[in-house]
């Protein structure tokens, strides 16, 4: 239960800044100012409207400061949760609250990163974990390969299954224009990749790139009067196991369990229910337990599950229709991407990849490694 | 007038360098807590035991990372006998050889110069 009320808040502007490398000089608050002045004008809504702003980055310490600067906006209401990549999922539920209480009606969520002009190493503040550090693991690839290790352990999970995810995102992101992956990509070609952290190959980690946006959250009455078919937020849930995967109590099984529980019961759907599935992508692993987690297979099944091109194109589930962060985009912190996605699928925007007939859209963030998992059911009117 | 405790890590650290696994022991709770911290996560309390590990665990997971310059190496989190986690390697034997439920015990790492010792295990057969 977290109070808030089903189809209460949508999301009515989405908007990606300029992706992939951008160009020189540009700054992660230019990408979110940028992804804010699109997502205003794909609602028809203005700066003036804006008063509550949410923002996150691994690249500014005080980003929600910095943008309210930069936009030239004083917010009654602002918010910087900052856990990794499943902020922005964590953001809505907090926009939607803050909306339901009066603390602001029109809510923007913005992110911005340049980590492929100036290099991972630049672009995180290094942490020293004494009781991990000193064994170099290749965060976080590392710590998502021991979580594949398990699993591949106690459900004869393969590489060739995990590689089918990343073939699967490959085949989706041929379908999106604005796509960082460009060729195709096979199971032989993922597996003889150059080995990052076993099992993973380069292919089965997601993309190092830049890129932004925002999303705008406003009440269901407001949502109504504005340019585009709102996105109602029909359930949320969030939740954390850990900070380090060596507190991670079982790399099998993750929050995205208690997320999905929480939004799924405010939602009042399920998983059958679902028509587009978006979830952070970041390493091959996460698709496959956050299927499982979700409730779109059993415990232990995702990896057959996701076999034989059932979440590609024209398969049985539509997962990552984008091509996720493994072919599509990843700056660092992509769960706003999800959001985006979500929201342009349930309008009708995509295109050649777009989901027939798509109601009701899930996007599922994951911080950390395996950390913070959040989940947002979003759905069209007709579902409210 | 102030307090000045050890911190968990001065005293984790310590035992370290005696050759030693330190974890602790949360009494009210029944169960090992690691990494060491001032509160138990398990109960709220402060208080915490400190105790010594056999050093016998079992590897609960394992990758083998490649970095673009120098050799592959182990990455392993090991499941110690006492009831706790932690992050470590396991050599002896070649990073890809390190299964998944392999028994190892124990041995301190002192890498020497400014860097404190820490815990690496080898196959319990190992000599």
């Known amino acids: 239960m977290n109070g808030l009320k089903r189809g209460g808040a949508a999301i009515v502007g989405v908007a990606e800044s300029d992706l992939g490398q951008v160009a020189d000089g540009f700054s992660p608050i230019d990408l979110m100012a940028q992804g804010v002045g699109r997502a205003l004008a794909d609602c028809g809504l203005a700066l003036r409207d804006v008063d509550g702003l949410f923002a996150a980055t691994a690249q500014s310490r005080l980003s929600v400061l910095a943008l309210a600067e930069y936009l030239g906006i004083d917010p009654p209401c602002i918010g910087s949760t900052i856990v990794g990549g499943s902020s922005f999922e964590y953001h809505v539920a907090h926009a939607a609250a803050a909306i339901a209480l009066g603390m602001c009606n029109v809510a923007v969520i913005a992110y911005g990163s340049t980590q492929r002009s100036i290099g991972r190493r630049q672009a995180s503040m290094r942490e020293i974990n004494p009781y991990e550090t000193p064994f170099k693991p290749f965060m976080p690839s590392s710590a998502y390969a021991l979580a594949a290790s398990r699993h591949m352990h106690a459900f004869g999970t393969t590489r060739e299954q995990l590689a089918a995810v990343a073939v699967a995102a490959r085949e989706w992101a041929l379908l999106n224009p604005v796509a960082w992956e460009k060729k195709p990509l096979t199971i032989e070609g993922v597996l003889s990749s150059r080995m990052v952290s076993y099992p993973f190959t380069v292919r089965d980690c997601c993309l190092v790139t830049d890129g932004g946006g925002a999303v705008v959250v406003t009440s269901a009455e407001r949502a109504r009067t504005l340019k585009k078919p709102p996105a109602y937020v029909l359930g949320c849930g969030q939740s954390i196991t850990h900070s380090a995967i060596s507190s991670m109590p079982d790399l099998t099984t993750t929050a995205a369990v208690a997320s999905g529980k929480q939004a799924y019961a405010m939602a009042k759907l399920g998983p059958a229910d679902v028509d587009a599935v978006e979830l952070y992508d970041a390493f091959t692993i996460n698709t496959i337990l956050f299927l499982e987690d979700l409730g779109f297979c059993p415990k232990g099944e995702g990896g057959r599950f996701v076999k034989g091109g059932s979440i590609a194109p024209k398969g049985k589930l539509a997962v990552n229709t984008n091509g996720g962060g493994l072919s599509y985009c990843h700056p660092g912190m992509y769960g706003l991407f999800l959001l985006i996605e979500a929201v342009r699928q349930l309008r009708g925007e995509c295109g050649a990849r777009q989901v027939k007939d798509c109601e009701v859209a899930i996007a599922h963030g994951n911080g950390g490694v395996l950390s913070s998992q959040a989940t947002v059911i979003l759905g069209t009117q007709a579902t409210v | ?127």
């Open chain 2, 1 to 127: 007038m102030q307090t000045q405790n050890p911190s968990p890590l001065k005293t984790y650290l310590d035992h370290l360098e005696r050759g030693e696994l330190a974890y602790q022991f949360s009494p009210q709770a029944g169960r090992a807590v690691f990494y060491p911290r001032v509160l138990c996560p398990f109960t709220g309390s402060d208080r915490l035991e400190w105790r010594v590990s056999t050093g016998a665990g079992t590897v609960y997971a394992t990758t083998t990372v490649h970095p673009t310059e120098g050799a592959p190496y182990n990455v392993a989190l090991i499941d110690c006998d006492e009831g706790f986690r932690l992050m470590s390697r396991v050599e002896e034997v070649a990073p890809e050889a390190v299964k998944i439920g392999m028994r190892v015990r124990l041995r301190v790492h002192r890498p020497g110069g400014d860097e404190p010792p820490c815990p690496v295990f080898v196959p319990e057969g190992a000599r």
